[in-house]
T-cell receptor, first 114, second 113 residues
Framework: SQTIHQWPATLVQPVGSPLSLECTVE??????LYWYRQAAGRGLQLLFY??????ISSEVPQNLSASRPQDRQFILSSKKLLLSDSGFYLC?????????????FGNGTRLTVT | AQTVTQSQPEMSVQEAETVTLSCTYD???????LFWYKQPPSRQMILVIR??????QNATENRFSVNFQKAAKSFSLKISDSQLGDTAMYFC??????????FGEGTQLTVNP
């Protein structure tokens, strides 16, 4: 069965510090991978998605970047965090080629920038 | 552009009663899938139900069912016999032949005892 792991679950970082959130998927190959951010009580904002190794599409200009060094690994990074980077970050994957496949989410990372 | 609109930011219902959450969408595609996700206070995203656009029969999963009106581009979620555990944020979403899912802004549902 397919599983998605996202860590850490909670993170408190000072302004100006670097960030690295990691997401891995097991039990599937060549998934499409996504990073979403969610402000409190709000909807999901798509930050990045990837259709393959080294292929990253950015949806909004921001202080963050993403990388996909391996087929089932997706990393969200920042060199210097801003207060506005605080939020709830969700990694997700989807099977390619089938429209009916739903998006499968990790458990999320709650990031607080102080 | 593809959009999803959930016009009810908040709703409440009494335990054991029925509630309907509305969702409308806009797309020029003919082949797509629609989804409802639930996000409880734990913030985990849970798939509730999905509907194929080419099927006229409305999807049903236990107490959850949808009313899919393709011509009106409407996809509402009905929750029957509401339970306290149904308290959550509910997101409507759809996916076309591309890889992206488009989400609505969500409806916060509170089930009162």
């Amino acid at each position: 069965s397919q599983t998605i792991h996202q860590w850490p679950a909670t993170l408190v970082q000072p302004v100006g510090s670097p960030l690295s959130l990691e997401c891995t998927v097991e039990g599937t190959s060549n998934p499409n991978l996504y990073w979403y951010r969610q402000a409190a009580g709000r909807g999901l904002q798509l930050l990045f998605y990837s259709v393959g190794i080294g292929q990253i599409s950015s949806e909004v200009p921001q202080n963050l970047s993403a990388s996909r060094p391996q087929d089932r690994q997706f990393i969200l990074s920042s060199k210097k965090l801003l207060l506005s980077d605080s939020g709830f970050y969700l990694c997700a994957w989807i099977s390619t080629g089938t429209v009916h496949s739903p998006l499968h989410f990790g458990n999320g990372t709650r990031l607080t920038v102080t | 552009a593809q959009t999803v609109t959930q016009s009810q930011p908040e709703m409440s219902v009494q335990e054991a009663e029925t509630v309907t959450l509305s969702c409308t969408y806009d797309t020029s595609e003919s082949n797509y899938y629609l989804f409802w996700y639930k996000q409880p206070p734990s913030r985990q995203m849970i798939l509730v139900i999905r509907q194929e656009a080419y099927k006229q029969q409305n999807a049903t999963e236990n107490r959850f069912s949808v009313n899919f009106q393709k011509a009106a581009k409407s996809f509402s979620l009905k929750i029957s016999d509401s339970q306290l555990g149904d308290t959550a944020m509910y997101f409507c979403a759809f996916r076309t032949s591309g890889s992206r899912l488009t989400f609505g802004e969500g409806t916060q549902l509170t089930v009162n005892p």
